[in-house]
């Protein structure tokens, strides 16, 4: 099975034919993809003009959108190898984090899924990697109130997300399933009163946001 590495080369290569190419691309989203494999590839395509069943696509505007996922990968290795680093120094020391913390962070190594997009049309407008570092700047000072993406206060609490661990905190701002470490114990209340809200009116998440 081809790495990442070698499935870049393959979409630069101008010996290989578009649709390769942009298979090539298709295929690195299983081996990095932030919002999930469809979100991922919808912003990849909105921000770089491509058609999403184009099968020959113009040739600069996959190598732009592979650039923009080569920096948001090494952005999130960048952190990984961090926090790898520090893990060892804790245990070293006896220390242990949040069971909360430990789970998600072992859900989403390798960066499939870190700021996964419930809806797969609904995602931040920023870089990838823009998006990855303040989801890491939010991780690294702790707690908030907010979404770490977009600021939104307005988060909603989902029992019926499509993949693991199936409920969590959803921004109504920018669509990403919100890392629970980065909210603070009453910012994840407030989600959760907001479901009971929305169950006892009767209304659903697009009509909350």
Known sequence: MAGFRSLARQVRDPRCDLALRRYSLRKCLERFAPYGHRATWDHLCARHSIDPEDRAPDPARLTAA??????????????????????????????????????WHRRTWG????????????????????????????????PGAACPVCAERGIVWRHDLSSAPWSGPVCLGCGIVVPPPVLTREALARAKRALLRDRGTGMGLASVA
């Open 66 to 103: 592979l650039d923009e996922l080569e920096d948001a990968r090494a952005v999130w290795l960048a952190y990984e190898l961090e926090f790898a680093e520090r893990r060892r120094r804790e245990k070293h020391d006896g220390l242990r984090r949040p069971g909360s913390f430990d789970d």
């Open 111 to 142: 960066g499939n899924g870190v700021a996964r997009c419930e809806d797969p049309a609904v995602h931040p407008s920023a870089s990838l990697g823009e998006v990855l570092r303040r989801l890491i700047a939010g991780l690294e000072t702790g």
